[in-house]
C-alpha cells in the first residue's frame, strides 16, 4: 500500500532522574577534564583528548535519556472495511421470526442477512472506505464453517484493514478456536462487529442422535442395538424405530418420546450368521416436523464364531461351581479350564478334560484366558500367591480380560484384602463377617434402574418382561460380606430387605479397571434360578456375563495380535483410543516392540499411528495410541509389528457427517465473545441499520509508526566503543597512563 511521510524528527523519553543523572555526568566530567588540562600547562594534546572526555561523556548522558528517531506515516489509499458473510450450510435453517414477519412465518438466518451481503447496503461508506464483502464456508467447496481461518487471515488478505464485519450464526466445525483469530485481530487494533443470525431455540425436530450399534457380534446370539432420540417438540409422540439389516431382517419398536427430551433405547438383532453386515435405523417424518434429514443412522458390524476361553478357580465344589461349570461347559463358544484348591486332596485336577493341575505360571500360560472366575479362594497355603494375584491384576488392567468374583461361606476372599486384587474388586469387604450372612427364607435380587440397562440382567427381551422374570426368580439365602459399592462402580442388584448405613446390600455390581471388566457376584445361589425352567435363565445369565467381560478383548483378533478401541462407535472429531495387544511366537507377551496402525479414511487419505507401551508395565505386551478421526465412514485398520513380522486387519465407522447441517441452533455467544476481544461491538438485527453509521464514525486509522532506537543501535554502540579506543589511545600519547 503508498504511504506519505506526515512527520519525522528526534525525540526523547526522559524523566527528571535521567536528566540530573545526565547533567552531573556532563558537569563532573567537564570538571575532572579541565583540572587535568591545567596541570599540563594547557597543552593543545592534553586538551584534545580531554575534549573527547567530555565528548564521551555528553553522548553517554544523551543515550540516558532513550534518543530515537522517529517517523510517522499515512496510507494514500483508503483503509478497508472487510465484510465476511457466513454461506455454510447451516445458514439455510429457516428460524427467524420478526415483527414484520406473518404469523407462524420463518424466513432463513440467510434470508434474514441478505442485504448485507451487497455492496448496495455499504455504499454511505464509500467516502472513507473500501468495503469488500467475502462470503466463506461456501459449500460444497467448504463442507463444515471455519470461523477462525478468514479471520485471522483478515489482516494479510485486505491491506490497510481498518474493521471487520462478521455475519454469522456462530456454529462452527471446522478449523481451529475463532478466539485464537480474535486476539490477532486485537494485537492489530482491528475492531470485530459482529452481527448474529438465527435463534437459540432449537426447530421442532425429531433427531436420533446416536446409533451405537457394538463392532463384533457372535453367530446366534442376540445383539442388542441401542439407539438415541431427541426431540425438540412440543408435545409427547410415539415414534415407531425401525432397524434393517443388510441381510433383509427388519425389527421395530415404538419409542415413546416425551417433549423436549432425550430418549435411548435398543432393539435386538439376531444375526443370520457370519460375515459383515449393515444395520439402518430410520425414524418417520413427524407432524409439525421441519428436518427430517437426521432422521436416519446407518453403523456397520462384524459377525464371527467366537471360542471365548475362561478359566474358573474354586476351593471346594459348591452347587453353584457345578451349574456354572456345566453352563460353561456346555456352551459351544466357550473353552473352560477348572482349578480346585479343595483341601484334603492329594493332588488337584480330575477326570474331566476341563481341569487343570495348577494355576497358570507366568503370563504365556495366564494371558490366554478371556474370562477368569474366582470363587471362594484366597491368598495362603495351596492356594492363590501374591504373584498370582498380581498376574490376575495385570491380565484385566492391561490384557482387557474379565474377573468375576464369586464369594463363598469358607470366607477365603477375606484374604484377598491388601493384595493387588484388593484395588479391583468393585466392593468394599466386611472385614467383621468375613463368612458372608444367611438368611432364614428366600430373599430376591432387586434390579436397580441401572440393572434394569444392563446386557447382564437382561433375562426376556422386553424391559416389561424381564422385570417380571427377576420378581419370579427364586430367592437366595446367603450373601458375602459386602459392606457397600466402591465409588466407580455401578450397582446392578440389590438385596430385597437386608441393609445397612450405606442402604441395601449391593449383590451385583460391576466396574471398568484398566481396559477390562470386574463383576461381583455376592450370592452363591443363582444355580436356583433353574428350578422349574432347567437352564433357562442360568445358562444365559452367565452366558452374557462372560460374553460382555470377554467382548473389547475380542473386538479384532488374530493369532498372536488383537486390537480394541474406545469409544466402539466414535463421532466424528472425537478423540479414540487404540491398544494392542502382542504376544511372541512362543506365546509370551511383547516387552518392546515397533508397533504401528496403519489407518485409511474413506477417501483414500492414510495416517500412521504409532503405539507405545504403558510407563512402567511393558511386561504384558500392550500398546497403547490415540487417533482423531477426521472423516465419517468406515476406516481401515492394519496393525503391524516389527518385531514379530505379525499383521492384523480390522476396521472401524466412525458416526456424524462432515457437513455442517440445517436445524441446529444458533451460537451468538461465540461471535460475540470475538467481538468482546477484539474490542468491537454486537449488533442485533434489528439494529443493523445504524451500523453504517457506528462505522464513519470510526475514528482514522492511527498512523504507522516507524522508530530507530539510537540508545540501543549497535551503530551507536560501536561508534561509542571506538571513541573510547581513541580516548585511551590519546592519554597514551600523552604520557597520562
Known amino acids: 500500500m503508498n504511504s506519505s511521510t506526515v512527520a519525522e524528527g528526534l525525540r526523547f523519553f526522559t524523566t527528571p532522574w535521567t536528566i540530573l543523572i545526565a547533567g552531573l555526568l556532563v558537569a563532573v566530567t567537564a570538571a575532572v577534564a579541565f583540572v587535568t588540562w591545567r596541570r599540563s600547562d594547557y597543552a593543545i594534546g592534553t586538551g584534545l583528548v580531554e575534549l573527547l572526555r567530555v565528548a564521551i561523556a555528553g553522548i553517554v548522558a544523551t543515550l540516558l535519556n532513550q534518543p530515537e528517531w522517529v517517523e510517522e506515516f499515512r496510507p494514500n489509499e483508503k483503509p478497508v472495511v472487510a465484510v465476511l458473510v457466513d454461506a455454510s450450510r447451516s445458514m439455510d435453517t429457516r428460524d427467524v421470526v420478526a415483527a414484520a414477519d406473518r404469523p407462524g412465518g420463518a424466513r432463513s438466518r440467510r434470508e434474514a442477512v441478505a442485504a448485507l451481503a451487497t455492496s448496495d447496503f455499504w455504499r454511505p461508506l464509500e467516502p472513507r472506505f473500501r468495503v469488500v464483502v467475502e462470503p466463506f464456508a461456501q459449500p460444497p467447496a467448504a463442507t463444515g464453517t471455519d470461523l477462525a481461518t478468514p479471520l485471522a487471515t483478515a489482516v494479510d488478505r485486505f491491506g490497510g484493514l481498518r474493521s471487520v464485519v462478521l455475519v454469522s450464526d456462530g456454529d462452527w466445525n471446522a478449523g481451529p478456536a475463532p478466539l485464537e483469530a480474535a486476539r490477532r485481530l486485537r494485537l492489530a487494533q482491528v475492531p470485530v462487529f459482529a452481527v448474529p443470525a438465527g435463534s437459540q431455540t432449537k426447530l421442532p425436530d425429531i433427531e436420533l442422535v446416536s446409533l451405537d450399534c457394538p463392532t463384533v457380534g457372535v453367530t446366534a446370539k442376540p445383539v442388542r442395538v441401542p439407539f438415541t432420540i431427541h426431540s425438540s417438540l412440543p408435545t409427547e409422540r410415539v415414534v415407531p424405530a425401525t432397524l434393517v439389516a443388510s441381510s433383509g431382517e427388519t425389527m421395530r419398536k ?17 444375526p443370520p450368521g457370519e460375515g459383515d453386515f449393515t444395520l439402518r435405523l430410520t425414524l418417520p417424518e413427524q407432524a409439525g416436523e421441519l428436518l427430517a434429514d437426521n432422521n436416519e443412522r446407518t453403523a456397520p458390524i462384524t459377525i464371527r464364531r467366537e471360542q471365548l476361553k475362561v478359566l474358573v478357580v474354586e476351593s471346594v465344589p459348591r452347587w453353584e461351581y457345578r451349574y456354572l461349570r456345566n453352563a460353561l461347559s456346555r456352551d459351544p463358544g466357550v473353552e473352560v479350564s477348572c482349578l480346585l484348591f479343595q483341601p484334603g486332596l492329594s493332588k488337584r485336577g480330575g477326570g474331566n478334560k476341563d481341569y487343570i493341575n495348577s494355576f497358570p505360571a507366568g503370563l504365556d500360560e495366564l494371558s490366554k484366558f478371556d474370562v477368569v472366575f474366582l470363587g471362594d479362594v484366597g491368598v495362603g497355603a495351596g492356594q492363590l500367591t501374591e504373584e ?30 491388601g493384595t493387588p486384587l484388593d484395588d479391583l474388586c468393585p466392593v468394599v469387604i466386611d472385614t467383621a463377617s468375613v463368612g458372608g450372612n444367611s438368611t432364614d427364607g428366600p430373599r430376591r435380587l432387586v434390579l436397580t434402574e441401572a440393572g434394569r440397562k444392563s446386557l447382564l440382567t437382561k433375562l426376556a427381551d422386553s424391559g416389561n418382561e424381564n422385570i417380571a422374570v427377576w420378581e419370579s426368580l427364586p430367592g437366595v439365602q446367603w450373601y458375602g460380606p459386602v459392606l457397600r459399592a466402591k465409588a466407580g462402580s455401578e450397582v446392578l442388584a440389590v438385596h430385597e430387605d437386608a441393609a445397612n448405613d450405606y442402604g441395601r446390600i449391593p449383590l451385583l455390581v460391576t466396574r471398568t479397571y484398566g481396559s477390562g471388566k470386574v463383576l461381583y457376584m455376592a450370592t452363591d445361589g443363582a444355580w436356583r434360578w433353574r428350578k422349574g425352567v432347567e437352564d433357562k435363565y442360568h445358562y444365559r445369565f452367565w452366558g452374557q456375563v462372560v460374553r460382555w467381560m470377554a467382548y473389547r478383548r475380542n473386538m479384532a483378533e488374530g493369532e498372536r495380535m488383537s486390537l480394541s478401541f474406545a469409544p466402539e462407535q466414535p463421532e466424528l472429531g472425537q478423540s479414540l483410543a487404540l491398544d494392542a495387544r502382542v504376544a511372541t511366537s512362543s506365546g509370551e507377551p511383547l516387552v518392546r516392540g515397533e508397533v504401528a496402525a496403519r489407518i485409511t479414511a474413506p477417501s483414500g487419505k492414510v495416517e500412521t499411528v504409532r503405539f507405545l507401551p504403558p510407563a512402567g508395565d511393558a511386561e504384558w505386551g500392550v500398546f497403547a495410541g490415540t487417533f482423531s478421526p477426521r472423516e465419517p465412514g468406515r476406516h481401515e485398520v492394519t496393525l503391524t509389528c516389527k518385531e514379530t513380522a505379525d499383521s492384523l486387519d480390522a476396521s472401524f465407522f466412525v458416526q456424524g457427517s462432515a457437513e455442517e447441517g440445517i436445524g441446529g441452533v444458533a451460537r451468538p455467544d461465540v461471535i460475540a465473545e470475538i467481538a468482546q476481544v477484539t474490542r468491537g461491538q454486537v449488533v442485533p438485527q434489528e439494529e443493523v441499520a445504524g451500523l453504517v453509521a457506528t462505522l464513519a464514525a470510526l475514528p482514522e486509522p492511527p498512523p504507522e ?21 581513541l580516548f585511551w589511545v590519546g592519554r597514551k600519547r600523552q604520557g597520562l597512563v
Open 705 to 725: 509508526v516507524r522508530r530507530l532506537q539510537l540508545w540501543c543501535h549497535p551503530v551507536v554502540a560501536a561508534t561509542l566503543v571506538g571513541l573510547l579506543g
Open 254 to 270: 415404538e419409542v415413546c418420546v416425551p417433549p423436549m427430551a432425550t430418549v435411548t433405547e435398543w432393539i435386538y438383532w439376531t
Open 388 to 417: 498370582d494375584c498380581r498376574l490376575l491384576k495385570g491380565l484385566v488392567e492391561y490384557q482387557a480380560s474379565g474377573l468375576v468374583f464369586m464369594p463363598g461361606p469358607r470366607g477365603e476372599e477375606a484374604s484377598l484384602v
